[in-house]
């Protein structure tokens, strides 16, 4: 498969940065109104866009009257805050401009944890779409304390997630570095871009996030662990320079512009889902039953060791390091089912229980595993 055709492209999501957006520190309304007028163009070759765009925080601060980099967490939150209508303001002014109806989608990561969020979060996505409005997307940064710096806290993978939850096709990640490097081209005058990678290796994550030898400017690691969220929805991701010249169209239309990062097998939605949530515990069990599991054999109490965390039937937890599964049984009924027989657990939890499986055999993801054939569940 030509990793450059596009031709066949139906859905596409955009993330711009918040490097991209600005100039002289300034959000730059002459970018976002040619940013609107290429997703306008698009969409007139039929592809539908969903954006995320970041800059919440930086505007926020602006109009606050801060200098320099906002580090204190509560600050940031209220930055956002402030933030957040002033670029919504903006893109609806821009995107008015070039004809466009933007609406406003606030995600945190509980939202993409909880699967019945999740799957709200989709219809609502696939209404708007086919109303013909384009959702602008950003992290509900002045509530989802987690994702400012630390637990989430970037927009490429959220924008990963978000193409993997609409079924997109690609993802295009326009940031101020102009692709993926042989090297770092800020020390290496031998650097070369990448046109196209197959597949995300530890080396290249362990290169991106090592000091002084990064590949590309800062950012790179959360690029390379969008591009493996996006690739095992099998979205193909590419990763351009925002500034360049109708960079949009040309990546659609199959330029070598930036660096294709190829796709996988698609996995099925929910496999996606179990992969990409956040993990509210642990279950360790024996080496039987990961043999069992991995033969796609259902996971039983008795092979369980021990427990760790607190979490709820229904949530995603690791099985050892290996594999995660959406869990039938909380943990506090789970440390008391470690080691005892199936037949023993209506015994244990009280009479009406009926549930006999921690979680069937389609509940369970192995984390390196991207062999599951898409059946649109
Ligand atoms: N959500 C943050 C904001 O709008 C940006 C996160 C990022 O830059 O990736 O300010």
């Not at 539908?48 to 109009?63: K, N, P, Q």
């Not at 090592?210 to 493996?228: D, E, N, P």
């Not at 023993?344 to 062999?371: C, H, N, W, Y």
């Amino acid at each position: 498969m030509d990793q450059r055709d596009f031709s066949g492209l139906q859905r596409l999501v955009v993330k711009v940065g918040t490097n991209v957006l600005s100039r002289n520190d300034r959000l730059d309304r002459e970018y976002l109104q040619e940013l609107a007028a290429q997703i306008q163009h698009l969409r007139g070759r039929g592809i539908e866009v969903c954006l995320v765009t970041s800059g919440a925080i930086g505007l926020g601060a602006r109009e606050l009257g801060l200098t320099g980099r906002v580090s204190d967490i509560v600050l940031r939150q209220a930055c956002a805050a402030v933030g957040q209508p002033i670029l919504m303001e903006e893109y609806r002014r821009a995107f008015q401009a070039a004809g466009i109806l933007p609406a406003q989608v606030l995600l945190t990561r509980e939202v993409l944890n909880s699967r019945s969020s999740y799957v709200k979060l989709r219809n609502a996505v696939e209404r708007l779409l086919e109303l013909g409005v384009v959702p602008v997307f950003n992290e509900n940064d002045s509530v989802s304390v987690s994702e400012i710096g630390s637990a989430f806290g970037d927009n490429d993978r959220l924008s990963a997630l978000i193409a993997s939850k609409v079924d997109a096709e690609l993802l295009i990640l326009l940031s101020d570095v102009g692709g993926y490097y042989s090297s770092d081209p800020r020390t290496d005058p031998e650097a070369l871009l990448l046109s196209r990678v197959d597949g995300v290796t530890a080396e290249m994550t362990a290169a991106a996030g090592s000091a002084g030898s990064m590949v590309g400017t800062g950012g790179m690691v959360t690029k390379l662990q969008a591009v493996r969220i996006a690739a095992s929805g099998g979205c193909r991701v590419v990763l351009a320079h925002g500034r360049e010249e109708r960079v949009l169209d040309r990546i659609v239309s199959g330029e070598e512009v930036g660096t294709v990062f190829s796709a996988h097998r698609r996995l099925r939605n929910k496999s996606r889902w179990i992969l990409h949530s956040a993990p509210r515990g642990r279950i360790v069990v024996d080496a039987g039953a990961l043999e069992a599991i991995r033969n796609h054999k259902s996971l039983l109490p008795r092979g369980i060791v021990s427990v760790e965390g607190t979490f709820e039937s229904g949530d995603v937890v690791l099985v050892n390091e290996a594999a995660k599964l959406v869990s039938a049984f909380s943990s506090r009924e789970l440390e008391r089912l470690a080691g005892l027989h199936s037949s023993q657990i209506s015994t244990v939890l009280g009479g009406a229980d009926d549930r006999k499986l921690i979680a069937r055999p389609e509940e369970m993801v192995f984390l390196e595993d991207d062999g599951i054939e898409e059946s649109g569940v």
